[in-house]
């Protein structure tokens, strides 16, 4: 008999809606029922409102008796996380309605103290050094191996993380992004294990592998490998909302006390119960069709690298794959570039959107593309569209004599070729491979000024600056600016590369500590 798969959170959401409520409590458009005025008194907002966010607020329920709580699961809630936790092979699982973000900063706080060293790979997400600035810790950065192929950074060595942890044996975790925004992971049994001989938990923030392992084409999530605490955006691969992620503990390496407290303190008091429904929604759904729910995807993907060379001359796809073992690439993501590195990964994302094709994120030399659940012919047959009337501008351009002088030159205009590693140079600007502990106690005491960042060589960064996407930052506040690091920036900022959080949006400057 096939067993029924449940959705205990979502199920008892529509169970209370269906109960036909009278609401007496927040949030205060009752379910809905605000915009129950007649169609005669709609203003032309309301009625838009009433018609796309209705539905959806009919599960916007608040912590009841009738539909728990997530900082003291005992019904729904609880089931729901069990029900995840057991789909993965967690311990226990935690929803998380503030993405990764919260996940990778709930484990930082449950690990460290004020003072406290982690080792943490230097190009990580910026969540990851805002929960160093939070805990008041401090990181030593260990450089990532970088892609020959693609010149894109990807995790360090299980030698180099050895190195660090022996240098400082005081350190209290190692944290790893893997895989990266490019899909390009290791596998991590032997990092597990280095990282255990010496004590202490493995951290994986795996935003991007939520659907890892459910297909025998797709990865191996690091859980399985031996990670104490892994984080997955369900919302990047899987049906889950904006925001809907999980925390996946196993071990006994990580307090469960101190975690549960973090995560009261940095999410919400007031969670969104539409996230935490699609996040059962999307365990049920993938415990329900297994690798079924990723083939239409996965082959959309592979036709699309097959049939792009057909069709055009000048667009190809770039392989991410090493060829080692212990080395995968996601299948649902697409590096699209130009062959001769005269158009930027930026030029082709504009492009594709002029078309109707928008793209996860652009680098100086790629395009990435994202083949989400039930990418199917239709779609590639429109993306291959627009690839075609790009190939044809590429080719027109390339009867221009700057599109010649570019080809002949690529470094000119921040165009590299692979071999040129553009998207590595931002981790590999005068850094060591092993640094020093970076504290990241906050202080507020230190003045700073506007520098134009030509002339910004030698000063000390008062600010983080983040491209986003994929927001991995170039350089970090305390840290000193090389004339590498202030040309690459440049050459972005020209590219058309957006700076999150940067005191100068256009990137003509930079804040530097007087």
């Known amino acids: 008999m096939t067993q029924i798969v449940k959705a205990p959170l979502f199920e008892q959401l529509i169970a209370h809606a269906q109960s036909d409520p009278a609401s007496f409590h927040v949030?205060?458009?009752?379910?809905?029922?605000?915009?129950?005025?007649?169609?005669e008194q709609q203003g032309r907002i309301e009625a838009l409102a009433r018609q796309w966010f209705m539905p959806l607020m009919r599960l916007d329920a608040t912590e009841l008796s009738a539909t728990d709580d997530l900082h003291h699961p005992e019904s729904a809630i609880k089931e729901a996380e069990q029900l995840a936790a057991r789909l993965y092979?967690?311990?226990?699982?935690?929803?998380?309605?503030?993405?990764?973000?919260a996940g990778n900063i709930a484990m930082l706080l449950a690990v460290c103290?004020?003072?406290?060293?982690?080792?943490?790979?230097r190009n990580v997400h910026k969540s990851v050094l805002n929960g160093l600035k939070l805990v008041g810790a401090s990181a030593v950065f260990v450089m990532p191996e970088i892609d020959e192929t693609t010149?894109?950074?990807?995790?360090?060595?299980?030698?180099?993380?050895?190195?660090?942890?022996?240098?400082?044996?005081?350190?209290?975790?190692?944290?790893?992004?893997?895989?990266?925004?490019?899909?390009?992971?290791?596998?991590?049994?032997?990092?597990?294990?280095?990282?255990?001989?010496?004590?202490?938990?493995?951290?994986?923030?795996?935003?991007?592998?939520?659907?890892?392992?459910?297909?025998?084409?797709?990865?191996?999530?690091?859980?399985?490998?031996?990670?104490?605490?892994?984080?997955?955006?369900?919302?990047k691969t899987l049906h889950a909302l904006t925001m809907g992620a999980w925390l996946h503990m196993q071990g006994d390496?990580?307090?469960?006390?101190?975690?549960?407290?973090?995560?009261?303190?940095?999410?919400?008091?007031?969670?969104?119960?539409?996230?935490m429904a699609s996040l059962d929604i999307s365990r049920a759904i993938v415990e329900e069709k297994g690798e079924a729910l990723f083939h239409a995807s996965i082959q959309s993907s592979k036709r699309f690298r097959s049939e792009l060379g057909n069709c055009c001359s000048s667009l190809a796809t770039v392989d991410t794959l090493s060829g080692d073992a212990s080395h995968y690439a996601d299948p649902l993501r697409v590096l699209l570039t130009d062959r001769s590195g005269a158009w930027s990964g930026y030029r082709l994302q504009q492009e594709l959107e002029i078309r109707g094709c928008w793209a996860e994120m652009a680098d100086p030399r790629h395009v990435l593309l994202l083949f989400g659940l039930q990418t199917g012919e239709r779609d590639v047959e429109f993306l291959l569209a627009a690839c075609r009337e790009i190939d044809v501008l590429i080719k027109s351009d390339a009867e221009s004599e700057i599109y010649q002088s570019v080809r002949a030159n690529p470094t000119a205009m921040g165009c590299q070729t692979s071999e040129g590693r553009s998207s590595g140079d931002a981790v590999q600007m005068g850094s060591e491979p092993v640094s020093q502990p970076v504290s990241f106690a906050r202080s507020h005491s230190r003045a700073s000024e506007a520098v134009p960042v030509e002339a910004a060589a030698g000063r000390i960064a008062a600010e983080m600056l983040v491209p986003y996407p994929p927001g991995i930052p170039l350089v970090y506040a305390g840290e000193q600016l090389t004339e590498a690091m202030?040309?690459?920036?440049?050459?972005?900022?020209?590219?058309?590369?957006?700076?999150q959080g940067a005191s100068d949006p256009r990137m003509t400057t930079v804040r530097c500590y007087v």
């Open 27 to 39: 949030p205060g458009h009752r379910y809905g029922g605000a915009f129950q005025t007649g169609a």
């Open 113 to 121: 103290d004020p003072g406290d060293t982690v080792i943490v790979q």
């Open 151 to 235: 010149g894109i950074p990807t995790i360090p060595t299980v030698r180099r993380i050895e190195e660090a942890l022996m240098r400082y044996p005081q350190t209290k975790a190692v944290l790893l992004s893997n895989p990266n925004y490019y899909g390009m992971g290791v596998v991590l049994d032997d990092y597990a294990e280095a990282v255990h001989r010496f004590g202490i938990p493995l951290l994986v923030d795996e935003a991007h592998g939520a659907h890892y392992g459910f297909h025998p084409e797709l990865p191996r999530s690091s859980l399985r490998a031996g990670a104490d605490g892994v984080v997955q955006s369900a919302h």
């Open 89 to 101: 092979g967690a311990d226990h699982t935690y929803f998380l309605v503030g993405g990764s973000t």
């Open 253 to 275: 390496r990580i307090d469960r006390g101190r975690l549960t407290e973090a995560l009261a303190m940095i999410q919400s008091s007031s969670p969104s119960f539409p996230i």
């Open 486 to 499: 202030t040309k690459y920036i440049v050459r972005l900022a020209e590219q058309g590369a957006k700076f």
